[in-house]
């Protein structure tokens, strides 16, 4: 878990409102720079809490043809009785999720692979910055996930031989 941007914007905005409280020594001031720290502190336990206790898993993979793009089938399960908002899924591309509780839910995630052959998944990454986008909360998953990639068919097909009808046998 690290703070995003706009997480290190709200720490600024948070010691210089207390640096405020201190110099007039206003204790409004002081009021509200405690109120934002422990709203910033607190969002650090939702964004842990946004990916703890997911459930995984990598499923079987259609095999695919070379220089198709290659997908990857990835089963997540949120067994708690919280929903999960905003979790986001990546590989190549990323796709934004929510899950409700006790919802399941299959992605196919995107991979350009360029050899032939048995090809692993690589490293796929789920990712939250819920709930106030001040931190990100991100997990890398490496799977035994492979897919089988085909040859290319030829683009052109090979043309038929030309006989004539009298070679022809009954």
């Keep these: 878990i690290l703070p995003t941007r706009r997480g290190l914007g709200f720490v600024l905005s948070i010691v210089l409102v207390l640096l405020i409280a201190f110099v007039y020594n206003n ?4 009021l ?18 946004s ?4 459930i995984i898993r990598a499923d079987h993979n259609p095999p695919v043809f070379a220089g198709t793009p290659a997908g990857f089938n990835v089963s997540i399960q949120n067994p708690g009785t ?11 591309e990323t796709q934004i999720i929510d899950l409700a509780p006790g919802q399941s839910e299959t992605l196919l995630l995107y991979a350009d692979l360029g050899r032939r052959g048995w ?8 990712s939250s910055c819920y709930p106030l986008g001040l931190f990100r909360a991100w997990s890398p998953l490496r799977f035994d996930s492979r897919v089988l990639v085909y ?16 070679d022809a046998q009954p």
């Excluded at 204790?27 to 002081?30: D, I, K, R, S």
């Excluded at 919280?82 to 190549?92: T, V, W």
């Excluded at 090809?119 to 789920?126: A, D, M, R, Y």
């Excluded at 040859?151 to 006989?163: D, G, Q, R, V, W």
């Design 51 to 54: 990916l703890a206790g997911l």
């Design 32 to 49: 509200l720079g405690f109120l934002l720290a422990s709203i910033f502190f607190v969002t650090i336990l939702h964004s842990y809490k």
């Design 151 to 166: 040859p290319k068919p030829a683009s052109i097909a090979a043309p038929f031989p030309e006989t004539n009808g009298d």
């Design 27 to 30: 204790n409004l001031a002081y």
């Design 82 to 92: 919280q929903p999960r908002f905003a979790l986001e899924i990546s590989l190549r």
């Design 119 to 126: 090809q692993p998944c690589g490293t796929v990454k789920i």
